[in-house]
């Protein structure tokens, strides 16, 4: 590849990065990226586990959750002590990943296997619940996501002893696999 080609390719990347927020970034393969809100959306209603990564001082910090989603927002219960509070109080600006349908599709040599998936990463800042009725209806939403009916029964004080968080969303993106819709026979 010529010295022109690759400054035209890394400017352009570069120009690209610039004219996003902060959260964003460029994606390499462009024909993979899910921009459609609906199918996000679908992504994050349908996945039941996300990764939560957090800064704790200058390193990263990892943590999967069971979650809910609903208005832009994700729902994670917590106990009212621990080193995610912790880090959370310090930084709550956060990264997220969750993904659906993953599936291994074996091939008859070894570096041919891939894997079908969609995923979500995004970005946003995490704020703790405080009012009991919005501390319910985030249970509710959370409960709903792994198949509970709607307005189930809470106990009050168990609800005043869960920490609950809520994580607005900045910005997200999605990907799924360059085999998705075949693999899935949608094309």
């Known amino acids: 590849?010529?010295?022109?080609?690759?400054?035209?390719?890394?400017?352009?990347?570069?120009?690209?990065?610039?004219?996003?927020?902060?959260?964003?970034?460029?994606?390499?393969?462009?024909?993979?990226?899910?921009?459609?809100?609906?199918?996000?959306?679908?992504i994050l209603k349908k996945a039941t586990?996300?990764?939560l990564a957090m800064i704790d001082n200058g390193?990263?910090?990892?943590?999967?959750?069971?979650?809910?989603?609903g208005g832009n927002c994700i729902?994670?219960?917590?106990?009212?002590?621990?080193?995610?509070?912790?880090?959370?109080?310090q930084n709550?600006?956060?990264?997220?990943?969750?993904e659906d349908e993953t599936a291994i599709v074996e091939a008859d040599v070894a570096c041919r296997?891939?894997?079908?998936?969609?995923?979500v990463i995004g970005y946003g800042k995490v704020e703790i619940v405080t009012g009991f009725n919005e501390k319910q209806k985030a249970l509710d939403i959370i409960m709903q996501q792994h198949g509970a009916p709607a307005n189930m029964p809470f106990d009050p004080k168990e609800i005043e002893f869960i920490v609950?968080?809520?994580?607005?969303i900045d910005?997200?993106?999605?990907?799924?696999?360059?085999?998705?819709?075949?693999?899935?026979?949608e094309g």
């Open 171 to 185: 910005s997200m993106t999605g990907k799924q696999s360059s085999n998705w819709n075949r693999l899935r026979g």
């Open 75 to 89: 729902y994670i219960h917590s106990a009212p002590a621990g080193k995610k509070l912790e880090v959370l109080r």
């Open 49 to 51: 586990i996300i990764r």
């Open 92 to 98: 709550p600006q956060v990264c997220f990943e969750v």
């Open 1 to 42: 590849m010529s010295e022109d080609i690759v400054k035209k390719y890394v400017i352009t990347i570069f120009t690209k990065i610039q004219s996003t927020n902060n959260y964003q970034s460029f994606m390499r393969k462009a024909n993979q990226e899910i921009t459609d809100p609906k199918t996000l959306e679908i």
């Open 59 to 69: 390193m990263p910090y990892l943590l999967p959750f069971n979650f809910g989603y």
């Open 113 to 119: 296997w891939s894997e079908m998936y969609r995923s």
């Open 164 to 168: 609950v968080l809520k994580l607005k």
